[in-house]
């Protein structure tokens, strides 16, 4: 009997330890998690904050609106909360719907006028016995220094100096997601010109030369004619695309197949090329004909100018995280100092239209579309001598966030 009873206590007394480690853990976990209410506030207002942003960024737009202004109403406390541009009101979410007409007016008045305002309830005037709607705070939105719509918060009540603040630090956060919008879309435009003018560049040049290549075959060969035809077809297709600021490495050095081909035509044995491609970087994404300009610049800013045979070298390699890419030739080079001037001048006051600045140009913009896509430590890096050829390298990651070849 006694051995009984000393394994029920000894039971009892392991389920009491078993019990308090079990709370110390608990009482642990709590101290180590987000467990103070100022902790979750601070999560939930970030968290809040983060789904506004996303629609916001796309621009001012009745769509990102609608889908922004309900998160915005939490981080503001608002009984209702609007959006509008300079004109009309774009989305509301909660209360004060039947006073949009007055809240737009009020609105364009607060834009117009650059500072923001609060309503009384005798000035949002309403016939409906019912109406809730006491007051509202109306906050200019500016982004980039421009006023481009107004935040309206409505309140249930006079509104209280907390709901000011917290309109206005609001409508200044908003203004500052806009403004990310716009840079977006300046540096969008700034890329879409940037390939215009390397399409400009293009077409003056080995236009001319390769319809004069294929004109040359028309009688002598009309079947290696209407090869280069098809090649020269589908070489422009490519290079004057409608869509997409990237493309693949596999789709640039196809492109660069089609114009090589063409070339060889026109050159004949003096133009040599070597191919040193690693498979598995085929797949990696790069700013749209930012590989071609180089070769082209190989082929006619080096080659051109040599007597006898010539060779374009393009080697791409697998560096784990990064695919390293380099364009070489053997031809006359240039000075590096005239090199770094003009593009020095480039940067600065433009270019001449000479044959010179036509290769500055080309460097340049792929330089600068590479570092805005992929940041600083992605540039193009230049060796050449007068008489030694030149070679330039590329370091391109793999992935990189929001780069994708279409987009």
């Given at each position: 009997m006694g051995g009984n009873l000393s394994a029920v206590f000894g039971v009892v007394s392991l389920v009491t330890a078993l019990?308090?480690?079990?709370?110390?853990?608990?009482?642990?976990?709590?101290?180590?998690?987000?467990?103070?209410?100022?902790?979750?506030?601070?999560?939930e207002v970030l968290h809040t904050a983060g789904l506004a942003a996303e629609p916001l960024r796309g621009g001012l737009t009745e769509a990102g609106a609608t889908k922004a202004v309900r998160h915005l109403r939490a981080l503001v406390g608002a009984a209702g909360l609007a959006l509008t541009?300079?004109?009309?009101?774009?989305?509301l979410d909660?209360?004060?719907?039947?006073?949009?007409?007055?809240?737009?007016?009020?609105?364009?008045?607060?834009?117009?006028?650059?500072?923001?305002?609060?309503?009384?309830?005798?000035?949002?005037?309403?016939?409906?016995?019912?109406?809730?709607?006491?007051?509202?705070?109306?906050?200019?939105?500016?982004?980039?220094?421009?006023?481009?719509?107004?935040?309206?918060?409505?309140?249930?009540d006079q509104p209280a100096p907390g709901l000011v603040?917290?309109?206005?630090?609001?409508?200044?956060?908003?203004?500052?997601?806009?403004?990310?919008?716009?840079?977006?879309?300046?540096?969008?435009?700034?890329?879409?010109?940037?390939?215009?003018?390397?399409?400009?560049?293009?077409?003056?040049?080995?236009?001319?030369?390769?319809?004069?290549?294929?004109?040359?075959?028309?009688?002598?060969?009309?079947?290696?004619?209407?090869?280069?035809?098809?090649?020269f077809a589908e070489f422009t297709r490519y290079s004057f695309r409608a869509h997409g600021e990237f493309t693949t490495l596999a789709e640039e050095l196809r492109s660069i197949d089609r114009y090589l081909t063409i070339e060889r035509a026109r050159f004949g044995d003096r133009l040599q090329v070597?191919?040193?491609?690693?498979?598995?970087?085929?797949?990696?994404?790069l700013p749209f004909l930012c590989l071609q300009p180089l070769v082209e610049n190989a082929v006619r800013h080096g080659l051109s100018r040599k007597p006898g045979t010539g060779m374009v070298s393009i080697e791409a390699r697998d560096a784990g995280a990064e695919c390293h890419i380099t364009v070489e030739d053997d031809g006359v080079g240039m000075d590096p100092t005239t090199l770094t001037a003009g593009i020095a001048e480039l940067a600065g006051a433009g270019s001449d239209p000479t044959d010179d600045a036509?290769?500055?140009v080309g460097l340049s913009n792929v330089d600068e579309r590479l570092r805005s896509a992929f940041g600083d430590r992605f540039g193009l890096v230049v060796e050449t001598?007068?008489?030694?050829?030149?070679?330039?390298s590329m370091r391109v990651p793999k992935f990189h966030p929001g780069v994708r070849a279409g987009s």
């Open positions: 019990a308090a480690a079990l709370f110390a853990v608990g009482r642990l976990r709590a101290r180590r998690g987000i467990a103070t209410a100022t902790q979750r506030a601070t999560y541009d300079r004109e009309a009101l774009l989305a909660g209360r004060g719907a039947h006073h949009g007409a007055q809240l737009v007016a009020a609105a364009q008045r607060a834009v117009a006028a650059g500072r923001s305002t609060v309503l009384g309830e005798s000035e949002l005037h309403c016939d409906r016995v019912d109406c809730p709607v006491r007051g509202a705070v109306i906050a200019p939105l500016s982004a980039d220094g421009r006023l481009v719509g107004a935040l309206v918060a409505v309140a249930d603040q917290a309109t206005l630090e609001t409508a200044h956060w908003a203004g500052n997601q806009l403004a990310l919008a716009e840079l977006d879309s300046s540096r969008e435009r700034l890329a879409r010109a940037e390939v215009r003018a390397l399409r400009a560049q293009i077409s003056p040049h080995f236009i001319y030369n390769a319809l004069t290549a294929i004109g040359s075959f028309v009688r002598t060969d009309p079947e290696r004619a209407r090869e280069l035809i098809l090649e070597r191919l040193q491609i690693a498979p598995e970087v085929l797949p990696v994404t036509g290769q500055h001598g007068l008489g030694s050829g030149t070679k330039v």
